[in-house]
T-cell receptor, first 115, second 112 residues
Framework: AQKVTQAQTEISVVEKEDVTLDCVYE???????LFWYKQPPSGELVFLIR??????QNEISGRYSWNFQKSTSSFNFTITASQVVDSAVYFC????????????FGKGTLLTVNP | KAGVTQTPRYLIKTRGQQVTLSCSPI?????VSWYQQTPGQGLQFLFE???????NKGNFPGRFSGRQFSNSRSEMNVSTLELGDSALYLC???????????FGNGTRLTVT
């Protein structure tokens, strides 16, 4: 069985601050995918990034960056210079066993960016 | 390209009734998955269909069922509704294994 832990339930920052969301994925499988999704108040889960277990290269996309460390099972997500529009619930998810369609989600982190 | 479309957006039902939710995947996507989201349990996988066949099933009672049609559209049915079935039901589609899931806006079901 897989387990996704997002230790931070809620984070509140002021606009332009940097913020890092933590995620730990536990599995016995050696091959898996990790994802980050964003859920704004509208309810739709918006895909942000996917990383496979063999790729530990960090990635930067605009104000977003991700840090995956297989040794610690962590897949952290950083927003640089946060904006009010970044306010949402962020979910980390993972899948194992080759089935991309059955994701195990963390409980989510509610990020509030105040002006 | 149109996204994943779920209908209806909101539903209010009474205990004991049954309900059918609909999902139209992104054109070309053959896999459709369903998830239930509640404040207590979070996001939980219900089932996944590919080419009209259920390939994976989550840990839900038999009251939850689904199907997929030849055009990849999918429906989910919940019979004998219970108060605990109140949730946001999310549908997702994907073109191939390894591709990210694309989610719809969900159907918010309230059981009274």
């Amino acid at each position: 069985a897989q387990k996704v832990t997002q230790a931070q339930t809620e984070i509140s920052v002021v606009e332009k601050e940097d913020v890092t969301l933590d995620c730990v994925y536990e599995t016995r499988d050696t091959t898996y995918y990790l994802f980050w999704y964003k859920q704004p108040p509208s309810g739709e889960l918006v895909f942000l990034i996917r990383r496979n277990s063999f790729d530990e290269q960090n990635e930067i996309s605009g104000r977003y960056s991700w840090n995956f460390q297989k040794s610690t099972s962590s897949f952290n997500f950083t927003i640089t210079a946060s904006q009010v529009v970044d306010s949402a619930v962020y979910f980390c998810a993972g899948n194992s066993g080759g089935s991309n369609y059955k994701l195990t989600f963390g409980k989510g982190t509610l990020l509030t960016v105040n002006p | 390209k149109a996204g994943v479309t779920q209908t209806p957006r909101y539903l209010i039902k009474t205990r004991g009734q049954q309900v059918t939710l609909s999902c139209s995947p992104i054109s070309g996507h053959r896999s459709v998955s369903w998830y239930q989201q509640t404040p207590g349990q979070g996001l939980q996988f219900l089932f996944e269909y590919f080419s009209e066949t259920q390939r994976n099933k989550g840990n839900f009672p038999g009251r939850f069922s689904g199907r997929q049609f030849s055009n990849s559209r999918s429906e989910m049915n919940v019979s004998t509704l219970e108060l605990g079935d109140s949730a946001l039901y999310l549908c997702a589609s994907s073109p191939t294994l390894g591709s990210p899931l694309h989610f719809g806006n969900g159907t918010r079901l309230t059981v009274t």
